[in-house]
Structures are given as C-alpha cells and as structure tokens.
C-alpha cells in the first residue's frame, strides 16, 4: 500500500473517526529527462539566491506570498499550519447530498481512508453503511497542502472514499460552446440511438495504455541497441460528412457486420413510439420532415 498522505479524522455531527488518507490513483505516464541533443548532457534546474548568486539547500528556501513586483510578504509553515480552520486537523461533514446531484465534471483526484486504529472502526462502518444504504454522498471540508478544499465522502467497495471537488468558482462556464439553430429529424436521431444501442456496453477494463506501451517498447529497442519497432500508421480521419443519414445508415451496418448480424441494405425500420412529452410538442407541427428519410433509404435500397 502506498504511505499516507495526511491523517486527522472525519467528524461529522459529534462522532469522529481517526483516519489515514492514501492515494487512490497512481499515474504509469512515462517521464523524460532533458539533455542537450549534441553531446547527451543532462540539463539540472538549479535553486539560485539572486542576492548571494548561489545554489540553496532545501532546509534554506521558504515561501512568500508577491505583494507587488518589488514586495514580497514571508509566510512560514507554522503561521499557515496555525491557521483558525476547524478544517485544519479533520476532515469536517458539512451535508449530506443525493449522489446524482454531483456533476462528474467537479470531480478531482480520489483518496481511500482507512481507519487508524481499533477506535474508528465501529464509526468507519457506521458511516459507510449509511451511505450505502441512503445512496447519498457526505459533502466535507478540509485542508490540506496550504489550501481549503471541498471533498464528497462516498463508497467504493468496501472502502470510504474521500474525492476531492472543484470549488464553484473554478468551474468554467460552458455557455457559447454548443452549436445553436440545428434542426434534426426524428429519423437521424432514431438512427444515431439504435447505433449506440448495437455499440452497447463494455468492460471498460480492458482498455490499455496503448501509448505508454507504445513508448515503452521504444524505450527498451534503443536501451538494447535495436531499431525501435515500425508501428501502423493510424488511418486517416475520413472527409467531412454532407449526408448525415447516409453517415448513420452505413455506420449502424457496419456495427452489425462486426457483430456477425446481418440485414438488408436501405431497410426500413419502424420508428420508435415518442414520450408523450414529445408527442405534445409535436401536436400541430407537420410531419413532411420524415418523408425525406424514407426517400433515401427507398433510393439506397434500389441502388
């Protein structure tokens, strides 16, 4: 197991429960190193004082909050570590929230807690059966690396997870992004749906790292003194797509054929019945949108 990365307690109301915090995550990305290309040299960032013009120890070098370009503010470690934060040695339950609630997008690194002790495990359990049981996450507070940070407190396995979430205001907007005034048939969406249901699901275990393998082998040819392995060039990107249907069409035959079904070409399928919501917003609307659709998959079915 990898060490701990702080450890305090989670309370919430007036129980509490000591806890270790460990990574969750680990990261297999490959690292370079920066050489000068002539010769191989190793290229070193050194720490230079620009007062005394020389090289600094760790244990010499502090913080210092840039006030103006010309004043620096010196903040040491037990000034921040004596911060007034309830926050600063526990993890501090502020609510309790439905999971749905929480949009993935605010989702930072994960971390595992784990128990300290025989004294937190009666509590460690408590609260994770109440999660799982009310399907609500606990939203927290808490302080680590010289910063205030908001967490959600869930379950994984058998496991309290605490994943750290992105303040409010550190989430960009996402207003002008999507494309405005686009009109679809309901026949090119009926078909981009039954394309994701033949796509259908996956065990997303299976997918590798195909580039850190793809490094990696490179890496080990030139360490042996052989020519690093010739790779297939990626296909290029097809032409901008003009017949959208078409597009559909062609794609949800080619899922089927690689999933050995077979059907006839240009078929024409059933469309599927609307919500009523969807049926009330149609009321009054004309219905000659659907006649282009059956048009063309008329022409490719001659074709």
Known sequence: MPRPVWSGAVSFGLVTIPIKVLPATEDHSISFRQIHTTDGGRIRYRKVCEIEDRVLDQDEIGRAYE?????????????LDDLPLPTAKAIDVQAFVDAER?????????????GDGAVAAKPYTLLRQALQRSDKVAIAKFAWH????????????????????????????????????????????????ELMEIIGGTD????????????????SAKAEGREPPETEAPAEPKGRVVDLMS??????RAAKENRGETGSEGEVREMRPKKKTEAKKQT??????????????RKRSAS
């Open 67 to 79: 006030e103006s370009r010309d004043q620096l503010v010196p903040i040491t470690d037990e000034e």
């Open 284 to 297: 009054g609307k004309k219905t000659a949108k659907k006649a282009p659709a059956k048009k063309t998959a």
């Open 204 to 219: 997303i275990s299976q997918y590798r790292d195909q580039y850190r393998e793809a490094v990696e082998s490179v890496i």
């Open 102 to 114: 929480l949009d993935p997008i605010r989702f930072g690194r994960p971390y595992y807690l784990q």
């Open 146 to 193: 010289n910063r205030e940070r908001l967490g959600a407190l869930r379950v994984v396995g058998d496991a309290i997870v605490l994943q750290a979430l992105h303040w409010e205001d550190e989430i960009r907007s996402s207003e002008g992004l999507a494309p405005k005034g686009i009109e679809l048939s309901d026949a090119e969406v009926d078909e981009a749906m």
């Open 247 to 252: 597009a559909l069409q062609d794609s949800v």
